[in-house]
């Protein structure tokens, strides 16, 4: 299905202010089509999607793009009225799950990472996203890469803060040597790690294969400190992956992130790996 054909994406059901919003704005959408004596496959045609599409934005069980809502209002002749729900939409386009850990690291002071399975989404690059989205299995829809694609760029806004909050990576070694996607796709990957390690407040380190004790065994963790001393963290090892801020269990993260960090390559000895990486690949 082309993107023309695909105005939008699904709402999450268990979403209940997000669907809340979208009805809202299929509803002005309806309203305004009719109030100018269009009908729906007029519509349809006009702005260049199917009726079937129409119909489902206006119901709102489609998330509309926000494309979608600037050719509404030249059609509609809305006079910007329609185009401007664009910001109401960009605040529920995402997972409600991804939405609500955006908006705790938008006020993050210190944010520490550490995933053992594959290259922080924080620090991938958008080919690589797209590419290990396309990977999961059972596979996701067209629309759900789209979804899931748009939702991980937008979390790197946390780069452009101002001021940026302090950020702490720990990758593992062999998600740097695995060539997901081709080693042309491994490569700029690597460079883009580079480039991020150079970005004030950023400190990146790679804990080696050959390390023979580690205390990042029992999965990835998350740290984030806020401005008022308060904290929340997460792991599936505890609490069955919910996120946490009692003091007994963020004091376990902790212990655990900061054993992890001593048992890695030091900042400038991980860019020096990475480097020696980059060039072998």
Excluded: C
Excluded at 8 to 17: A, F, M, R, S, T
Excluded at 132 to 145: D, F, H, K, N, S
Excluded at 163 to 183: C, H, M, Q
Excluded at 188 to 208: D, F, K, N, S, Y
Aim: net charge negative; proline share 6%; charged share 30%.
């Amino acid at each position: 299905m082309s993107e023309e054909e695909e105005p939008g994406w699904e709402v999450d059901p268990d979403d209940e202010w997000g669907l809340a919003v979208i009805a809202t704005v299929g509803r002005q959408l309806r309203l305004r089509r009719e109030a100018v004596g269009m009908r729906a496959a007029d519509f349809a045609k006009a702005v260049g999607y199917s009726e079937d599409m129409v119909y489902k934005v206006e119901a709102g069980k489609r998330i509309p793009r926000p494309e979608y809502l600037d050719k509404a209002d030249k059609v509609l002749k809305a006079g910007g009225l329609l185009a401007a729900m664009k910001e109401d939409v960009e605040k529920v386009r995402y997972p409600k799950k991804v939405r609500a850990l955006a908006e705790v690291e938008a006020k993050a002071v210190e944010i520490q990472l550490y995933d053992p399975l594959s290259i922080h989404g924080l620090l991938q690059t958008p080919e690589y996203a797209r590419t290990l989205l396309g990977m999961r299995r059972p596979a996701y829809t067209q629309a759900e890469v789209e979804r899931y694609f748009a939702a991980r760029m937008a979390r790197k806004s946390v780069f452009e803060r101002d001021p940026a909050p302090e950020l702490g990576f720990v990758l593992e070694e062999w998600t740097l040597r695995r060539p997901l996607g081709g080693r042309g796709l491994l490569r700029r990957q690597l460079e883009h790690i580079l480039e991020v390690a150079q970005v004030r407040g950023v400190e990146l380190q790679v804990m080696p294969m050959d390390r023979e004790e580690h205390a990042g065994v029992d999965g990835s963790i998350e740290l984030l400190k806020f401005a008022d001393g308060t904290a929340i963290g997460r792991s599936p090892a505890l609490a069955n992956g919910r996120p946490v801020d009692e003091p007994r269990h963020l004091r376990i993260l902790e212990l655990r992130y900061g054993i992890i960090r001593a048992q890695a390559l030091t900042p400038r000895e991980s860019t020096s790996f990475i480097e020696e990486l980059l060039g072998a690949t």
